[in-house]
């Protein structure tokens, strides 16, 4: 029996052939008598990623990962630093408007997260061989906005948090573990229930 499994995305891929596989192997077990002398032999041909390369999918929702990590995680462990240090009450008697403040504690995390952008796309093509089709600055752009979004987050939670660990967890609850696990990066969003799929929708990392 051949089985011909789409293997595009390498996860939806291979998640479908298992399920082929048992439903196979049930059938086997329940329909045909042992010892029969009759058995059916599955051969598997994986079609359009035969090899199952996951970098077309693993090297982009890299990109999401560390720009989460850059920009919100840093970003809220930093300004609950300074909250726990007492250098943030010395700024905010300063002649320094408050958002002239926060402007320049995230700005460098802006510039970083926009390098990482450029250090991914720059050997994603010559070296994982992953294609880079459409426009580079609208893709440029996105990254920004994206940057802006995980910022924004990592802001909200260092307002909101009182200790650099509280922040940490915070952030991984709220942000990293959601993007990672809520946009399609490691589980197939077609597989999940049907709550966490609406959940999904407000998930940044799923869009991006």
């Known amino acids: 029996l051949l089985l ?5 995305e390498p996860n939806i891929g291979s998640l479908l052939q298992a399920y082929a596989e048992a439903v196979l192997r049930q059938y086997v077990a329940e329909e045909m008598a042992p010892g029969g002398g ?5 051969v598997v041909r994986l079609r359009f990623n035969p090899t199952g390369e996951s970098s077309n999918l693993f090297v982009p929702g890299l990109m999401a990962f560390v720009l989460t990590i850059i920009s919100a995680l840093m970003t809220a462990i930093s300004l609950t630093r300074e909250k726990e240090t007492g ?13 002239e403040i926060i ?5 460098p995390y802006l510039v970083i997260g926009f390098l990482s952008v450029l250090l991914v796309l720059g050997p994603a093509r010559p070296v994982f061989h992953v294609p880079l089709r459409g426009s580079v600055p609208l893709l440029l752009f996105e990254s920004a906005l994206y940057i802006l979004v ?12 009182s200790s650099q660990r509280l922040a ?7 942000t990293l573990l959601p993007n990672v696990l809520l946009s399609g990066f490691i589980f197939p969003l077609e597989s ?6 609406l959940i999904s929708f407000v998930i940044p990392g799923r869009w991006f």
Not at 4 to 8: C, G, K, L, S
Not at 103 to 107: E, H, R, S
Not at 192 to 197: D, E, H, K, R, S
Request: hydrophobic share 55%.
């Open 150 to 161: 995980s910022l924004a987050f990592g802001i909200l939670i260092s307002s909101r948090t």
């Open 4 to 8: 011909i499994t789409d293997a595009t």
């Open 87 to 99: 250098t943030m009450e010395t700024l905010l008697v300063s002649p320094l408007r408050p958002v």
């Open 38 to 42: 009759v058995r059916i032999a599955p």
């Open 192 to 197: 999940m229930p049907a709550p966490l799929q």
């Open 168 to 174: 940490m967890m915070a952030t991984f609850l709220t």
């Open 103 to 107: 402007a320049g504690k995230v700005f």
